[in-house]
């Protein structure tokens, strides 16, 4: 099972939105309705934003969505703040019943 | 609250094997899946596997496949990950994470675990 592929790096200044992909294939993402977002402080544990493609957990702001197309799934942050800085992995739920994570992607606020 | 804590940060050689466990507090222990991931230093997150802990059932990634295994005590609310045939590129934090049965992402995370295999 591979990686699914994010962007290395993504930036963008504080009040604008940016989105991160994450491109897998059939076996995952595109025949998946379970695709979940962690954010990844420095030296922290993973933080669930986004589940089941699009639905956030309870306590995680609405700045965050997320959305899939075929075998892309993607995150939107928006209205980019200071302490959104911080790796994002999409993660998906397999036909082997199985999970993979994506490469991750590294925000930064300008 | 709910709480899983990890034992403590592991070194050892080339070919050992490392056991590191996870205690489940604050749920009721057999009601969630306990997942495992690992994250090499400055690399990205890694599924390993998965157990039930209320079956024993478990779940590997084929990349682990007959190096991994996943056990659990109930009695202390325990899962634990044995990782055999240790090699250098095995160094890497280790998290345990639960998932809700019928969920299918991971909502609580251990603090991690490191692992340094070196000779």
């Known amino acids: 099972q591979s990686a699914l592929t994010q962007p290395a790096s993504v930036s963008g200044s504080p009040g604008q939105s940016i989105t991160i992909s994450c491109t897998g294939t059939s076996s995952d993402v595109g025949g998946s309705n379970y695709v979940s977002w962690y954010q990844q402080q420095p030296g922290k544990a993973p933080k669930v934003m986004i589940f089941d493609v699009s639905r956030r957990p309870s306590g995680i702001s609405n700045r965050f969505s997320g959305s899939k197309s075929a075998n892309t799934a993607s995150l939107t942050i928006s209205g980019l703040q200071a302490d959104d800085e911080a790796d994002y992995y999409c993660?998906?739920?397999?036909?082997?019943?199985?999970?993979?994570f994506g490469t991750g992607t590294k925000v930064t606020v300008l | 609250q709910v709480q899983l804590v990890q034992s403590g940060a592991e070194v050892k050689k080339p070919g050992a094997s490392v056991k590191v466990s996870c205690k489940a507090s604050g749920y009721t222990f057999t009601g969630y899946y306990m997942h495992w991931v690992r994250q090499a230093p400055g690399q990205g997150l890694e599924w390993m596997g998965w157990?039930?802990?209320?079956?024993?059932?478990?779940a590997y990634a084929q990349t682990f496949q007959g190096r991994v295994t996943l056990t659990r005590d109930s009695s202390i609310s325990t899962v634990y990950m044995e990782l055999t045939r240790l090699r250098s590129d095995d160094s890497a934090v280790y998290f345990c994470a639960r998932r809700e049965h019928f969920a299918f992402y991971m909502d609580v995370w251990g603090k991690g675990t490191t692992v340094t295999v070196s000779s």
């Open positions: 993660s998906s739920y397999t036909i082997s019943s199985t999970y993979v």
């Open positions: 157990i039930n802990p209320n079956s024993d059932v478990t």
